[in-house]
């Protein structure tokens, strides 16, 4: 008869963290049923019940540092009118299907008390993109994709209850949506990335993108906002204005001089004269424009301006479509020189990507505070190095959100874990439209679900290397560095055109990245290849290097006019050329869409005595089945990716057949058989 069996040959051992089991009873649930009116059809989606101080508006703090508010969240699937959905437990595992909480897992763990409780939805539509994969998500319509009651969304009444500690069952009723955007439906794009009326020195604009339609296989339009400056007359066409393009997160119908710490700037805009000061003079108003993007996407509030897997061709979509739009309309000098990139944070990342993969479309960037440069460090995470993205080795929490106190004291306000599973309240697969998740799905490839290839597992933080290792084409220091001088010839092309600024005391620790990408490219380039400005005791945000906002607009005019076919230092077309162009489209969607996620994918296979378990995506855990004459061989056993395994049973002349199952969050269970050989 069957004896003992098997050894994985290579004993790698599999272990599986588990989140603590959260306590018996009470049993708290809400259940909620759908009125009639509020949903059209059966509904894919997600639900999201906060439950916040008695009395307090549940969205007025739905931030991961609110307290001590709870969030649940849970997927539904088929929801329909007459249908109640039940949101109870919460085990930790079940993200997929079951309820995921912060600050607790469990909504058991809810502390008894009194509260308001609400519960919203966000509705997913299924789309098949461009290159077959296939993902269902929540389409922002002119809201800029906030992680909760955009426009449109299902929602209950916010009811007062007593959770008692006793079991207990809420009933709430989906029986009102949130007020759409206020639009006729005649607006070109319909609600899409807004609709807004122009003013003297603000122009609205917004075109149908072909490319990323294509892609989408469904109407995709994109937005800027266009701030022209005083004395600007559209018939004078001979005069013409330099542009500066300030990335940044959705700016709604914002100019781009709202980010300004000068409170009165626009009207000294709107007036063509700078009033003086104790210290300087009156002077008239930069000669500019100044564009900001309306990019709103089903993933976060704006694309972050490159092309990438997930989120589809939005960097083609802003420079080779929207720009040349932009170039037609307006009077703008439509060259290298003339266009310069600028903005903080995520439009810190978005300005120095812009001019790495564009170096023949933009003169240069002054960028601030920057989304990480180098993944080394994704923010204080050491990424290439670390096995968790949540623990440091000797067991400490890794930081997300820290600010000094009064006395210039470092004060702990979230970390990686805290953010990480907060955002899992709000969406699972990368879809919370929050800051992690959005980097997943930026950087990262598409995994075999057709979702964002996670580089950790969100409730454990385990960090997938083999995820991480797709994100290589965006950690922009080794973009830079490993294109230095072949025939990007990026050492060259980029010298002299990169300013970066970052505070030293970056709430999110961005100088790390910055300083990161600083030790790379100088030690290829040299001190002075780019610019780099770091301030101490300076937190997140501000104008570059903490100018006065006249100061830095004069200061990219004086960058302007220095680098004019008749400036000082005039910006040379062999840099401009269009032989460094990176992020190529085709690239991306090669290196990260559907065809190369299935080309990662391999079945088992017997070859002779070593059998090898299949290839699968990073993360996915197996265990393994031998088959010995069709017929089940032993116990199943765990086998890591990678690791061949032996079969070492007694059996002789039979046929033999490894079974592989993969399980991972987000993903399908699948078994894989191998081939049949024999033993
Ligand atoms: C808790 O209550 C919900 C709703 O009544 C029910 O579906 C679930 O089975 C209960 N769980 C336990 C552990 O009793
Ligand atoms: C249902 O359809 C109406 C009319 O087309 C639309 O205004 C409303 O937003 C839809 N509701 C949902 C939840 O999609
Ligand atoms: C909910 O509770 C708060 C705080 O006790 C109270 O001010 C408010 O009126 C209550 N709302 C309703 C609808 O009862
Ligand atoms: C819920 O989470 C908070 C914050 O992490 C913790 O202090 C509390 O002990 C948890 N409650 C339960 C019942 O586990
Ligand atoms: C439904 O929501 C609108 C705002 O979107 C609000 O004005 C109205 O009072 C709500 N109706 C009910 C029945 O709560
Ligand atoms: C520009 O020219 C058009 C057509 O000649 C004219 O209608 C318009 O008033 C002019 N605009 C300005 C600002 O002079
Ligand atoms: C803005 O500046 C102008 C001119 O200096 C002044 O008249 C106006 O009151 C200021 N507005 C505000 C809101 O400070
Ligand atoms: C600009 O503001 C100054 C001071 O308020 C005022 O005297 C001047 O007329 C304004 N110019 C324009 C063009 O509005
Ligand atoms: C763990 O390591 C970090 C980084 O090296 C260090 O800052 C921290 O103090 C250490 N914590 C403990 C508890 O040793
Ligand atoms: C800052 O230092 C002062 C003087 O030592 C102390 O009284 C105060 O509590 C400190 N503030 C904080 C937030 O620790
Ligand atoms: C870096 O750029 C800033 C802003 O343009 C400038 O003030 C500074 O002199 C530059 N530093 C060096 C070393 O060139």
């Not at 508010?69 to 997927?75: E, I």
Request: with cysteine; proline share 5%; hydrophobic share 35%.
């Amino acid at each position: 008869m069957l004896s003992r069996t098997l050894v994985n040959a290579l004993l790698c051992a599999t272990v599986l963290a588990r989140p603590a089991v959260p306590r018996q009873a009470p049993n708290l649930s809400v259940q909620i049923s759908v009125a009639e009116g509020i949903l059209n059809s059966t509904t894919d989606g997600h639900i999201q019940v906060l439950f916040a101080p008695a009395g307090t508006d549940p969205l007025d703090d739905t931030d991961v540092t609110s307290s001590p508010d709870y969030f649940f969240g849970q997927n539904v699937f088929g929801l329909a009118t007459g249908k109640t959905v039940i949101i109870a437990g919460g085990d930790g595992e079940s993200t997929d299907f079951g309820v995921w909480g912060w600050p607790n897992v469990s909504i058991d763990e809810v502390e008894p008390g009194d509260y308001t409780v609400q519960a919203f939805l966000n509705p997913y539509e299924k789309v098949t993109r461009g290159d077959g994969s296939t993902v269902s998500l929540r389409f922002p319509c002119g809201d800029g994709a906030p992680g909760i009651a955009g426009y449109g969304t299902p929602i209950t009444g916010a009811v007062n209850f007593t959770i008692t500690g006793e079991s207990q069952q809420l009933d709430l009723v989906f029986n009102n949506i949130t007020a759409p955007e206020d639009f006729t439906g005649s607006e070109i794009g319909g609600c899409q990335q807004g609709n807004y009326e122009d003013t003297d020195f603000q122009k609205y604009i917004k075109i149908r993108s072909t490319i990323l339609s294509d892609w989408w296989k469904r109407d995709v339009y994109v937005g800027a906002n266009v701030l022209i400056p005083y004395g600007y007359d559209a018939n004078d066409t001979a005069t013409r204005y330099p542009v500066v393009y300030d990335q940044g997160h959705w700016p709604g119908s914002d100019g781009a001089l709202s980010y300004s710490s000068n409170t009165n700037i626009s009207y000294a805009w709107n007036n063509g004269t700078i009033p003086a000061t104790d210290s300087t003079p009156a002077r008239d108003t930069p000669k500019l424009i100044i564009v900001t993007f309306r990019h709103e996407t089903p993933w976060y509030d704006d694309s972050y301006a490159v092309n990438t897997a997930n989120l589809g061709p939005w960097g083609d979509a802003i420079n080779n479509e929207l720009i040349p739009h932009i170039d037609n309309l307006f009077n703008t000098i439509a060259e290298p020189y003339a266009r310069i990139q600028q903005g903080g944070s995520t439009g810190g990342w978005e300005s120095i990507a812009s001019l790495i993969y564009r170096p023949d479309l933009f003169g240069a960037t002054f960028t601030s505070y920057p989304d990480s440069l180098d993944f080394h460090r994704h923010q204080d995470i050491p990424l290439y190095d670390n096995a968790n993205a949540y623990l440091r080795e000797n067991g400490s929490s890794i930081v997300s959100i820290r600010e000094l106190d009064e006395n210039g004291t470092e004060v702990v306000l979230a970390t990686v874990a805290q953010e990480n599973h907060w955002e899992l309240t709000y969406g699972t697969r990368s879809r919370s439209f929050q800051q992690w998740d959005i980097w997943n799905a930026v950087f990262g490839a598409q995994g075999y679900n057709g979702y964002p290839l996670e580089p950790w597992d969100k409730v454990t933080g385990e960090i997938y290397h083999g995820a991480v290792e797709l994100w290589k084409p965006f950690d922009l220091s080794n973009w830079v560095t490993s294109n230095w001088d072949n025939e990007l010839n990026l050492g060259e092309v980029l010298e002299g055109r990169i300013f970066v600024y970052v505070g030293l005391a970056d709430n999110y620790f961005l100088n790390e990245g910055v300083q990161q990408f600083q030790a790379r490219v100088e030690e290829k380039g040299g001190v002075g290849w780019a610019n780099f400005t770091y301030i101490e005791g300076a937190e997140h945000g501000g104008v570059y290097n903490l100018l006065d906002t006249w100061v830095y607009l004069e200061l990219l005019q004086q960058w302007f006019e220095d680098h004019a076919p008749d400036g000082k230092t005039p910006l040379s077309p062999s840099v401009t050329t269009s032989a460094a162009v990176g992020n190529k489209w085709k690239d991306v969607i090669a290196h990260g869409g559907r065809e190369a996620a299935i080309a990662r994918q391999a079945p088992p296979k017997i070859d002779g005595r070593k059998v090898s378990v299949g290839r699968w995506d990073p993360g996915v855990k197996l265990e393994a089945q031998w088959y010995v004459k069709g017929k089940k061989y032993g116990k199943p056993f765990a086998v890591e990716q990678g690791c061949d395994v032996e079969f070492v049973g007694k059996e002789k002349k039979g046929s033999l057949q490894l079974a592989v199952t993969g399980r991972k969050r987000g993903y399908v269970t699948e078994t894989r058989k191998s081939n049949v050989g024999s033993c």
